[in-house]
Nanobody, 116 residues
Framework: VQLQASGGGLVQAGGSLRLSCTTS????????VGWFRQAPGKEREGVSY????????WYVDSVKGRFTISSDSAKNTVYLRMDNLKPEDTDVYYC??????????WGQGTLVTVSS
């Protein structure tokens, strides 16, 4: 099982980025895939997830209306479109899948830096 996040970078406040979570070696449509973020010295925070079985989505309050999660089953990839970025969105972003109630198979994260 592999999940790899990419697409991070440096952007000015108010700008946009699209993160990609490329997955392999599991049945994509059977799982929930989520995005988390973590800054040094802080706890990891859930940002958004999508249930590939029925398309249901969830967002943490701080990103509602600014971030959009989507899924492409043909590419086994989950995207996180981030608009109107704020300096407080600066973090390393990780993608992961949920299995038996547990988030697992964390890949390497991608760094998002938002300058003011």
């Amino acid at each position: 099982v592999q999940l790899q996040a990419s697409g991070g970078g440096l952007v000015q406040a108010g700008g946009s980025l699209r993160l990609s979570c490329t997955t392999s070696a599991f049945t994509f449509n059977d799982y929930v895939v989520g995005w988390f973020r973590q800054a040094p010295g802080k706890e990891r925070e859930g940002v958004s997830y999508i249930d590939n079985r029925d398309g249901a989505t969830w967002y943490v309050d701080s990103v509602k209306g600014r971030f959009t999660i989507s899924s492409d089953s043909a590419k086994n990839t989950v995207y996180l479109r981030m608009d109107n970025l704020k300096p407080e969105d600066t973090d390393v972003y990780y993608c992961t899948r949920k299995s038996d109630g547990t988030w697992e198979s964390w890949g390497q994260g991608t760094l998002v830096t938002v300058s003011s």
